[in-house]
């Protein structure tokens, strides 16, 4: 499944929204486009929503007819200002905006179609650099899956949310593809239910055996010795190491240091936030009510139940046995780690 298509300048989004029961693409003609799709997470999943945000920008600069480059540039500030404004806890969006920014600030373009050109070129290198990434992640996080292992996961870290193949999901599929026999347990991951939607859906076409299970299953399972390692992965990464993920991460880690099974996060390193000492400073995204007071558009409470929906959590770096990047396998302590892949 292809979340994302670029293709003759036009930008096609898999509406995850409706996923599994429907498989459906929505054209995006124009940068509000692709706000709405990111604000309504048609697209979802942090490297996903930098990549579309890239060519949230290339649309842009095709909807101003003009040769003036001043001109341009004052309209790509402000679509890029927009689109910053989606959604705050995933910095691969900031990540992916700041690359396409520096085309037009840091570069002489004074032709306005050389630098559309440019723009073009620079989306679809982010795109295609974020699938060769999660295929390193993948190689380097393989090994830490054993034969007979039985995976504990949330939220969806697949081909749905990147530009394909996956991080944490990538892992697993590496896994599977090098021969080693796994069971899968995806926690549904309420209240979007990107687990049961979206990575159950992914794992059972590419024939890896999975069972879904609710989010409030998981400390039973690892209590029953059900589960062997938790992977996860992330919106945010801080220089210390704490991770900002899908909200219920944060119980899934504090519930495995209890029962010693390993929690691992895999991310590439656009995933990481050089600027930020620690998962305090982190800006946790809160949702609209109704995502919790309705599943799939039928109200389950009364209209007027008060809701509280932050979208993220802040999983401290002492619960964390190792963050699997494209650069390698980061251990405890993450400042030196973090800070060595830095420098590469
Ligand atoms: O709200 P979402 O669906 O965008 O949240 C997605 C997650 O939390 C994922 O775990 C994270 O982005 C990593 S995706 C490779």
Redesign the pocket.
Known sequence: MESIIWHNNSLKILDQTKLPLQKEYVLCKNHKDVINAINT?QV????A?GVAAAFGIVLGSNELDTDNIKEIKNHLQKIKENLKNT?PT?VNLFWALKRMEHLWKNNNYNNVQMLKKELENEAVKIFEEDIRLNRLIGKNGFNLIPQNANILT????GAL??AGF???LGIIRMAKKNNKKILVYACETRP?L?GARLTVTELMDEGIEVKLITDNMAGYLMKQKKVDLVI????RICSNGDVA??IGTYSLAVLAKHHKIPFYVA?PNSTIDYNLGNGEDIVIEERNPEEIRSIFNNRIVKEEVRVYNP??DVTPNNLIDAIITDKGILRFPYNNSINNIRKE
């Open positions: 997470m979802r999943g942090a490297p929503i959604r995933a949330y939220c969806n870290t949310a990147t996956g991080t944490a979007l990107q996860v992965g992330a919106d993920n899908k991310a979208a993220f």
